[in-house]
């Protein structure tokens, strides 16, 4: 069963704001959510992570509902370079599956000029 | 500082060949991780580390050995390859569990 559902792809104008948005109704209390994204077949790269509050870092902001059941990235101002696939993931804090991250297809946001 | 650095990046092996992948990271990082990624698909976990001389299985290990000698080394073996095992092939390393993981920038290997 996945844990996360994201919409396969996004568009977003350069300049703009970019709001990718995650679904993640059945975490648990003890499950991170985390962000990643992959540019052109690169290595993954660490974005953010947060368990029930907003975060916000350099690259990005994350907003997690009161419920905890989604979510949505923010890139505040989408450049070119933005282009990528967007994973979101949730990490239980301990125990099994604890080590590892677990990726699904992610979201492909495509800025455009 | 290199970060996470794979070898080779690019592989053909015909069916049944063996060979290894070596993934060396300079940060001082307790666990490595190997994953493959298919075309269109996220990342597999195939084996991780938690420290030097353990190893263990993640969703996708067979067909692959794997072995943690020294700590900054997490080398991925596969013994008689097959054309499933056309990957990309991402290596990942990471100080705490909870911290962020660091990718390297991946092998590509073509079984024909």
């Known amino acids: 069963d996945a844990k996360t559902t994201q919409p396969p792809s996004m568009d977003c104008a350069e300049g703009r704001a970019a709001n990718l948005p995650c679904n993640h109704s059945t975490i648990s209390g003890n499950e991170y959510v985390y962000w990643y994204r992959q540019i052109h077949s690169q290595g993954p790269q660490y974005i953010i992570h947060?368990?029930?509050n907003n975060e916000t870092n350099e690259m990005a902001s994350l907003i997690i509902t009161e419920d905890r059941k989604s979510s949505t990235l923010i890139l505040p101002h989408a450049t070119l370079r933005d282009t990528a696939v967007y994973y979101c993931?949730?990490?239980?804090?301990?125990?099994?599956?604890?080590?590892?991250?677990?990726f699904g297809k992610g979201t492909k946001l495509s800025v455009i000029p | 500082n290199a970060g996470v650095t794979q070898t080779p990046k690019f592989r053909v092996l015909k069916t049944g060949q063996s060979m290894t992948l070596l993934c060396a990271q300079d940060?001082?990082?307790?666990?490595m991780y190997w994953y493959r990624q298919d075309p269109g698909m996220g990342l597999r976990l195939i084996h991780y580390s938690v420290g030097e001389g353990t190893t263990a299985k993640g969703e996708v290990p067979d067909g692959y050995n794997v072995s943690r000698l020294k700590k900054q080394n997490f080398l991925l073996g596969l013994e008689s390859a097959a054309p499933s095992q056309t990957s990309v092939y991402f290596c990942a390393s990471v100080q705490d569990w909870a911290y962020e993981q660091y990718f390297g920038p991946g092998t590509r290997l073509t079984v024909t």
């Open positions: 993931i949730v990490r239980p804090i301990s125990g099994a599956g604890s080590y590892q991250l677990t």
């Open positions: 940060m001082n990082h307790e666990y």
């Open positions: 947060g368990l029930k």
